[in-house]
């Protein structure tokens, strides 16, 4: 049994290539942060290998899985499952929490 806690300080976490912070990870669940993410045009369809639950601090987005699209505002929170195809598109400056399990950096799983 793992008894370890972690603390992990945003001033210091990783940056991804999309501008998100890592943030604390585990073995089987992580987190990061995406941070003041600018208004964008329609963006690819893309899936992950990996859930995704997020919470909106602030901004406007709109998510598309499948057919469905829903509109994240601030204090929404959203599910996208494992292998499934979506796609955000910001419509206003947005930041968001979301935790991935498995860890979607682990292993280069956010390649």
Do not use: C
Request: glycine content about 8%; overall charge neutral.
């Amino acid at each position: 049994m793992d008894t370890t806690i972690k603390k992990v300080s945003s001033a210091h976490s990783p940056e991804g290539d999309d501008g998100e912070t890592y943030l604390v990870s585990g073995i089987g669940l992580a987190m990061r942060l995406w941070k003041r993410k600018a208004p964008t045009k329609k963006k690819e369809t893309h899936r992950n290998p990996y859930e995704t639950v997020g919470f909106v601090i602030s901004g406007k987005a709109k998510l598309h899985v499948g057919e469905q699209m829903v509109t994240l505002e601030k204090g929404d929170s959203w599910l996208v499952p494992k292998d499934v195809d979506h796609r955000y598109e910001i419509l206003e400056t947005f930041t968001a929490v979301e935790a991935t399990a498995p860890p979607a950096h682990l292993h280069g799983r956010d390649d």
